[in-house]
């Protein structure tokens, strides 16, 4: 049965606009893609209104995943991911401790990141190692959550079927997507960045270099959102409208066109490059590093037409839509989008 053999895993990706899953074959060396699918939230593009969606919503598009992929959810070795404002994923420095005092002192640290109406943190962590320019303290990779997100993404995955498995970060499964496949940089770091509907995650890593992750509340739905109030047009004509004509469509300039926007307005869009900027700023202050040598580029609203080439001249970086199936041997052709499988596919490479 597909799905159910040791060596098959399913990496589910649960978004706020679509479900995607991969479900890889875990090879001797390498890995081949089995199934890959995707799954909207919503019946009609016009209902759409991620503030409004219910667990309901999620467990539709994850059981038409379930008969699309043809599995049994419950033989299905499973790894899902977290991501958003109620996770947190941290580089951070210790000296050597106990397991438990690390513990303790970890969910301390984690709560300065989470949102404090949800204080009631879990954690996991794993040592990376000695810091090499400090021998006697330790570097850390500590992952955090809130219980509420934890439960409820539990609770939707038994509903679903499934034996809940390994959890990991959104953040972390990007990184393993691209890290898993393709060589490390001799220096300098790669700056990760997944645009979905909701939100979006930064993520930078390198080689030696302390990683880095943030959430930025931004994505697809808010351009269309803007793009429909600035027309006066209804959500779905402006998605619609979105995708036919990609980044042009935010950067018309002449009142005859709709009702279009007056050049000194700023797009969402541009709220987003501005605060991937920031971030960039953010992180040559806290680590010196300032050797960007790529952005990586993934979710849905990657395949915005033009996006990638506006946001590299913003920011004067080269940026690549990342195909994760590239290096991938694959048993039936791929019918989803590539950019927009690269979280499912770095959860599925997971191996425990
Ligand atoms: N060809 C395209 N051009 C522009 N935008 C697109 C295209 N295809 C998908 N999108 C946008 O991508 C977004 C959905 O991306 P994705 O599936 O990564 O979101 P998600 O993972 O469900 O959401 P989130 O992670 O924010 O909860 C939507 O806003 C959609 O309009
Ligand atoms: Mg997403």
């Known amino acids: 049965m597909i799905g159910s053999r040791s060596n098959h895993i399913l990496g589910l990706d649960i978004g706020t ?20 699918g995707q799954v909207p939230l919503y019946e009609r593009v016009e209902s759409y209104d991620p503030t409004k969606l219910s667990s309901i919503d999620s467990l539709g598009a ?6 699309k992929f043809n599995i049994k959810p419950q033989k299905t070795n499973l790894v899902t991911g977290l991501g958003g404002a109620a996770t947190s994923l941290k580089e951070i420095k210790s000296i050597q401790m106990t397991n438990e005092e690390l513990s303790t002192s970890l969910t301390f640290e984690a709560r300065k990141h989470l949102p404090i109406d949800e204080s009631d943190t879990i954690i996991d962590f794993q040592v990376l190692g000695e810091d090499p320019q400090n021998p006697e303290q330790l570097r850390i990779l500590l992952a955090a959550s809130t219980k509420k997100l934890y439960s409820f993404h539990e609770d939707l995955l038994t509903e679903a079927g499934f034996k809940v498995g ?31 509907a909701r939100h979006t995650t930064v993520v930078v890593d390198g080689r030696q270099d302390r990683i880095f992750s943030r959430d930025i509340p931004i994505g697809g739905h808010h351009f269309t959102n803007e793009l429909a109030k ?12 979105k995708i036919e004509e990609g980044i042009a469509a935010f950067q018309s300039t ?11 307005e700023k797009t969402k869009i541009d709220e987003l490059v501005d605060e991937i900027s920031r971030t960039l700023r953010y992180y040559i202050k806290e680590t010196g590093q300032n050797q960007f040598n790529l952005v990586v580029l993934s979710g849905g609203s990657a395949n915005l037409i033009g996006f990638d080439e506006y946001l590299s001249e913003k920011i004067s970086l080269p940026v690549e839509v990342y195909n994760p199936f590239r290096a991938l041997e694959t048993a039936e052709q791929i019918d989803s989008n590539p950019a927009n499988m690269v979280v499912s596919v770095g959860l599925a490479m997971r191996s425990e």
């Open 230 to 241: 600035r027309r006066d047009i209804n959500y779905s004509a402006a998605e619609a409208i």
């Open 17 to 36: 606009f679509t479900v995607k899953g991969v479900l890889l074959e875990h090879l001797k060396q390498g890995y081949r893609v089995i199934k890959t």
């Open 166 to 196: 390994a959890v990991n970060l959104e953040p972390l499964a990007m990184v393993n997507a691209y890290f898993g496949l393709e060589d490390y940089p001799e220096e300098g770091v790669i700056i990760f960045l997944n645009v979905g």
């Open 62 to 67: 994850i059981k038409k995943l379930i008969t």
């Open 254 to 264: 002449s009142p005859d066109e709709g009702g279009a926007l007056a050049i000194q």
